[in-house]
């Protein structure tokens, strides 16, 4: 069970399987070598990911600051975790063939150091797959905070209120315009190699009402290929190290 006050700090981690996952996997797969790689899943949580790339390949590194989920992951079997900040990596330069941030860098406390050693640990040519909150998105899905008491649940319009604002009621989590989220990489030998939003999969209204479910689906589907996908809940972008003075 996650208590309320971890999730208004850290978010709550991806704890089963389902298409929403399995379609973030589809486009890892994509856009990254996995098989035989050297993963790293920067910020973990209780495993959900590293088990599901273990697929591909044995070395699958899990790390997270919180080790209640490390905990948990270890209960299920996991192994190749290690406690840590995002911001300090416990890993060599040059260590890994791809790096997975999933929606962990709006919680850090130092976003740019975080990415910062992202790039560090990844190898030349090796590739960062970053998801993150979108700034668009019409819902907070973090929660918010009024009159200092915590409400989890989404919360409509919060991200489009100016910032002073909007740190008030979520001061515990970022969210990123594609603008923000690319300035994160300025100066460092990285490329941006593909950039996008999606839309959620609505796992959960689709167990509880099916058709309604498909055809919200097949709905973002379709949004993600038009400018509307500015809207949708998720950046992903796909970002290689270069070796240093080749960088753009």
Not at 65 to 91: D, N, T
Not at 124 to 143: A, K, V
Not at 205 to 210: K, L, N, S, V
């Amino acid at each position: 069970m996650i208590s309320l006050e971890k999730a208004a700090q850290r978010g709550v981690p991806s704890l089963v399987w389902g298409p929403g996952q399995a379609r973030r996997l589809t486009l890892m797969r994509q856009f990254a070598p996995l098989q035989d790689a050297r993963v790293l899943v920067d910020g973990c949580g209780v495993g959900t990911y590293v088990e599901a790339l273990q697929a591909f390949t044995p070395e699958v590194y899990g790390l997270d600051i919180e080790e209640a989920y490390l905990r948990e992951a270890q209960a299920r079997g996991i192994r190749l975790l290690v406690m840590a900040a995002a911001e300090a990596l416990p890993y060599s330069d040059n260590t890994f063939d791809v790096v997975l941030s999933h929606e962990v860098i709006e919680h850090v406390a130092d976003d740019r150091r975080a990415v910062a050693e992202m790039v560090r640990v990844l190898r030349p040519g090796g590739r960062i797959l970053l998801f993150c909150p979108n700034r668009w998105f019409p819902f907070e899905t973090h929660g918010h905070y009024w009159r200092g008491r915590y409400h989890f649940g989404n919360t409509p319009l919060i991200n489009y209120l100016p910032d002073p604002l909007r740190r008030r009621l979520a001061p515990h989590v970022r969210t990123y315009s594609g603008r923000a989220l690319r300035r994160l990489f300025a100066g460092l030998p990285v490329r941006i190699l593909y950039h996008t939003r999606i839309f959620p999969a609505f796992d959960r209204i689709e167990r509880r009402y099916p058709g309604i479910g498909r055809l919200f689906r097949r709905l973002a589907d379709f949004l993600e290929g038009t400018p509307l996908n500015r809207l949708g809940l998720s950046h992903f972008m796909v970002v290689e190290k270069v070796k240093h003075g080749s960088h753009s």
